[in-house]
């Protein structure tokens, strides 16, 4: 049974940080694509950044240069740093993986102005 659990999520004011975890079981995380999303009220989800087996990362265009994701395939576990927090950046955050596809239940993020 595959299990994605996100935590690390909270209130934060603009220009701060948080770091998001992801802990995963019941897939083969080691060889997985891994990936944040985030969905805003009224928004379609979008993906924020993905990271490959060999640890190569893609990043959407509105969070480049602020957020980084890495992974502790020790751990299976995936991470989100994100710094330079924006209230644009508030949402739903939610972890990822391709093979299976497989959602967390999500961590909500509220940057205050």
């Known amino acids: 049974q595959v ?3 996100e935590s690390g999520g909270g ?3 603009a220009g701060g940080s948080l770091r998001l975890s992801c802990a995963a079981s019941g897939i083969f995380f ?7 999303y985030r969905q805003a009220p009224g928004k379609q989800r979008e993906s924020v950044a993905t990271i ?3 640890g190569s990362t893609n990043y959407a265009d509105s969070v ?6 890495s992974r502790d395939n020790a751990k299976n576990t995936v991470y989100l740093q994100m710094n330079s927090l924006k209230p644009e950046d508030t ?5 990822s993986s391709a ?5 967390g ?5 509220t940057v205050s102005s």
């Open 3 to 5: 299990q994605l659990v």
């Open 11 to 13: 209130l934060v004011q």
């Open 30 to 36: 080691s060889i997985n694509v891994m990936g944040w």
């Open 52 to 54: 490959t087996s060999a």
């Open 64 to 69: 480049k240069g602020r957020f980084t994701i």
């Open 91 to 95: 949402a739903v955050y939610y972890c």
């Open 99 to 103: 093979l299976p596809r497989a959602w």
């Open 105 to 109: 239940q999500g961590t909500q993020v």
